[in-house]
């Protein structure tokens, strides 16, 4: 038996071949004992190094990051990888390759605990898996068996605006770059990185070099880095052209450059807050687009396409506030 109790703890031991070093490692539990002796065999057949449980070598979270981020997310702001990679060293044990189940329930938990939302939570974990399967396909580490926590998106209403209530926030935004902002926002459904520096994902605002003309004269924009790495290209409503316009005539290096981002998120905020509107953010504006587009009868194959989903899952959501009447469907057979 190579792992043996010792008191109220446990000693896992393998031996490396052909005389090789024995290593000896006390853990709390049987479970953790026998996992780090999987673990340990695992690396001796590879060829590789035992891992060792209670010291940080230099197969960390930080190295790893350091050698692949680059590679595996090229278009992300370095600056929030960073701060991802960050908070799972800071919570995480120093060894990679020895994470287990229990150590991911933990980072969740204690995460939940300082206020972090679940959805920020569900992306810090994919960024670790991402990570930890790539440091296992180039060999820096055996792959940890985990049960990965599924941390379900929210089932709670889609928060949009009605035209009513776009009316009463409108009228509360008191800034005028701001307020032609909101238009052009719910008028097109960008995401706020497509169109801001919102110093958050990977998307990269779009150029007057990237405004354009139809055949038929309709005035587009195409955003060739988005968040799905999927360019799209969408023509403009007389509002939004017109707040384009507006930001063009105030002479703006780019589409609304002249708007700080952070004070036109606290300023959306400040306005619902007046306007006796809740849950109202920046974002409900791109929701706020898609729901219309439902509403209004058009498929969710091109509302996809419209808002640059990255799947379907994500446009069906909206699907619940398509109309009900069903009877027209006859004239399509």
Not at 51 to 78: C, D, F, H, I, M
Request: proline content about 5%.
């Amino acid at each position: 038996m190579t792992v043996a109790q010792r008191g109220a703890k446990y000693q896992a031991r393998v031996k490396e071949p052909n005389g090789g070093k024995y290593h000896r490692v006390t853990f709390d539990t049987l479970s953790e004992a026998k996992r780090w002796e999987g673990i340990a065999k695992e690396a001796i057949r590879l060829g590789k190094s035992v891992p060792n449980p209670n010291v940080k070598g230099s197969v960390t979270l930080l190295t790893l990051a350091e050698n692949y981020a680059g590679y595996l997310w090229p278009n992300q702001r370095p600056a929030l990888i960073d701060t991802d990679i960050r908070q799972l060293d800071r919570l995480l044990p120093a060894d990679p390759s020895l994470f287990t189940s229990r150590d991911i329930i933990k980072f969740v938990e204690k995460r939940r605990t300082e206020g972090t939302s679940d959805a920020t939570i569900r992306l810090n974990l994919t960024r670790l898996r991402t990570l930890l399967k790539h440091a296992h396909k180039m060999g820096d580490l055996v792959m940890p068996v985990i049960d990965w926590p599924s941390l379900k998106s929210s089932t709670s209403r889609i928060r949009y605006l009605t035209t009513e209530e776009e009316t009463a926030l409108l009228s509360e935004m008191t800034v005028v770059d701001h307020r032609q902002l909101a238009v052009f926002l719910v008028d097109t459904g960008l995401r706020p990185s497509e169109v801001a520096d919102t110093m958050a994902v990977v998307a990269k605002p779009f150029e007057w070099s990237d405004v354009s003309k139809s055949t038929d004269g309709r005035t587009l924009i195409t955003l060739w880095k988005t968040k799905t790495n999927t360019p799209r290209t969408i023509p403009l409503t007389e509002r939004a052209l017109d707040a384009l316009e507006w930001s063009r005539e105030e002479g703006h290096d780019r589409p609304f450059s002249g708007i700080t981002y952070s004070t036109f998120k606290n300023h959306v905020v400040e306005a619902a807050t007046r306007a006796g509107l809740k849950d109202v953010v920046v974002y409900t504006f791109r929701h706020t687009c898609a729901s219309r587009l439902v509403q209004r009868g058009a498929d969710v194959m091109r509302v996809k396409q419209w808002m640059g989903h990255g799947n379907i899952e994500t446009t069906l959501g909206y699907a619940k506030l398509a109309p009900s009447d069903i009877y027209t469907l006859s004239d399509l057979l």
